[in-house]
């Protein structure tokens, strides 16, 4: 009778399950970046003085071409030529080539505010060129233009300026891209005209083979972009060094006069570099510890 009742107790008695903690829910992450980029004022005050420094070159060069027609066949591009170097930055002549101005697409005349915000909500994910390539054909209505961009482009044209985009987005998504820029009030863009796209010529993201044969047809009188590949293939090398290269006598004077740089300091490759690249050893500094003078 003892035995049956024990058995019968086992026989009810339940194990209790070993409970599974769940996955910690990430919160999205607005980072500085994207605050300063896409929500401050500060950023679009900045965005405001590039495309206005860039328009009033234009206008100055080519006023000075119609006082001094004679001068026409001196003019030179914004683009290097092949055999440059940062050294040697010589620039590719003109001839009598109707004038452009090249433009980079993302962070520059664009906002991709959808991909970003895709982004912020999934902290952490590496990038995926196949997410990337899915946001160009799905995000055509979610995008922004860049602050002052529209003004920008608008006066540029009405001056007889050829606005030339030239973006690493991809050749095969060339009608979305076409159909992006135009949502965001920037006019149209003919892809193999006034739409450069990676793929369409040279290899990998560099951007040199597509704005010589863009050269070839305009004279390139300016360029804006957010990286420094948006106006050589040269800068290459350490943060050091590309630093050093932006400020060299014979690269400055470029700056402001015939490229132009937007902020972004969301992605690209200015987000390089350790302590050892950013704070110059004789710079650093830290508090004295407690007692010390």
């Not at 339940?14 to 896409?38: E, K, R, W």
Request: charged letters at 20%.
């Amino acid at each position: 009778m003892v035995l049956a009742l024990a058995l019968m107790v086992s026989a009810c008695t339940t194990v209790p399950q070993a409970t599974v903690a769940p996955a910690p829910v990430v919160a999205p992450t607005v980072t500085p970046g994207m605050q300063f980029l896409y929500g401050s004022g500060e950023a679009a005050a900045l965005d405001h003085q590039a495309y206005n420094t860039l328009v009033d070159a234009v206008r100055r060069r080519l006023a000075s071409e119609k006082a001094d027609p004679k001068a026409l066949s001196d003019r030179t591009s914004a683009v290097l030529t092949p055999d440059a170097t940062l050294d040697q930055p010589a620039t590719l002549p003109c001839g009598d080539r109707p004038r452009a101005v090249v433009f980079d697409v993302d962070e520059t005349l664009l906002l991709n505010l959808g991909f970003e915000y895709d982004d912020a909500t999934h902290p952490g994910a590496p990038y995926d060129e196949a997410h990337w390539l899915q946001w160009e054909q799905a995000g055509v209505d979610r995008v922004a233009a860049v602050p002052g961009a529209v003004a920008a482009v608008n006066e540029l044209r009405n001056m007889g300026v050829t606005v030339v985009f030239n973006t690493n987005r991809s050749a095969a998504n060339a009608a979305f891209t076409e159909a992006a820029i135009a949502h965001a009030g920037l006019g149209s863009a003919k892809h193999g005209e006034t739409l450069w796209l990676k793929g369409d010529l040279g290899s990998g993201s560099g951007k040199d083979s597509r704005r010589r044969a863009i050269a070839a047809r305009y004279c390139v009188v300016a360029m804006g972009g957010d990286q420094l590949g948006d106006f050589s293939d040269l800068f290459t090398g350490t943060p050091q060094q590309r630093r050093a290269a932006v400020s060299s006598p014979a690269i400055h004077g470029m700056w402001g006069r015939f490229w132009f740089v937007l902020p972004n300091p969301v992605y690209g490759t200015a987000l390089k570099g350790g302590l050892d690249d950013v704070f110059p050893a004789d710079k650093r500094w830290s508090p004295p510890a407690s007692g010390e003078k």
